[in-house]
């Protein structure tokens, strides 16, 4: 038995493919917040605290704004997941784990970076879209400010040397 639980054990190619996902460019895509997350005491023999997430970031984001003590506590939030995304990194990182303990940390790592995603936003007024509508509008006259330079066509619109 003791056999079997040492096969069991990440080897250190699986360790690397482990922390790849974690970070990976896009990983959150298609991810869902976590219904729950378990923050962890870092007292010797505390018992981690589990918070609903999902239902905490859903709250949040519904509001136009936010009063002060729910920004505290949405900023709170966001340093905790922070650290337990450190932490379980880490784990992944330096820890004795199981393949299985290593793709629940992947998990759990992947689903805390997309509630931190979700609530980094809060308390600006910028709209993902709206962002996005503009810089596209600026790429536009850039690219035509370039073709009008590069075909010499002054801001009237007419060539020149004609």
């Known amino acids: 038995m003791a056999h079997r639980a040492q096969l069991e054990r990440v080897k250190e190619y699986e360790r690397k493919q482990l922390l790849e996902r974690v970070d990976?460019?896009?990983?959150?895509?298609?991810?869902?917040?976590?219904?729950?997350?378990?923050?962890?005491?870092?007292?010797?023999?505390?018992?981690?605290?589990?918070?609903?997430?999902?239902?905490f970031v859903f709250e949040v984001k519904k509001r136009d704004s936010l009063p002060e003590e729910l920004q505290e506590e949405?900023?709170?939030?966001k340093k905790r997941l922070r650290r337990e995304r450190i932490q379980r990194r880490q784990r992944i990182e330096?820890?004795?784990?199981?393949?299985?303990?290593?793709?629940?940390?992947?998990?759990?790592?992947?689903?805390?970076?997309?509630?931190?995603?979700?609530?980094?936003?809060?308390?600006?007024?910028?709209?993902?879209?709206?962002?996005?509508q503009r810089k596209d509008t600026a790429d536009k006259r850039r690219w035509r400010s370039f073709l009008n330079e590069a075909l010499g066509k002054d801001s009237g619109g007419r060539g020149r040397g004609r």
Not at 97 to 124: D, F, M, P, Q, Y
Request: glycine share 10%.
């Open 94 to 132: 330096e820890a004795d784990i199981t393949k299985e303990e290593g793709e629940a940390l992947v998990a759990e790592i992947i689903g805390i970076e997309r509630a931190l995603n979700a609530l980094e936003g809060l308390g600006s007024p910028t709209n993902l879209e709206a962002e996005m």
């Open 74 to 77: 949405a900023d709170a939030t």
């Open 24 to 55: 990976r460019e896009g990983a959150i895509v298609g991810v869902d917040i976590p219904d729950t997350v378990a923050f962890y005491a870092y007292e010797e023999g505390a018992e981690p605290e589990p918070v609903d997430l999902r239902e």
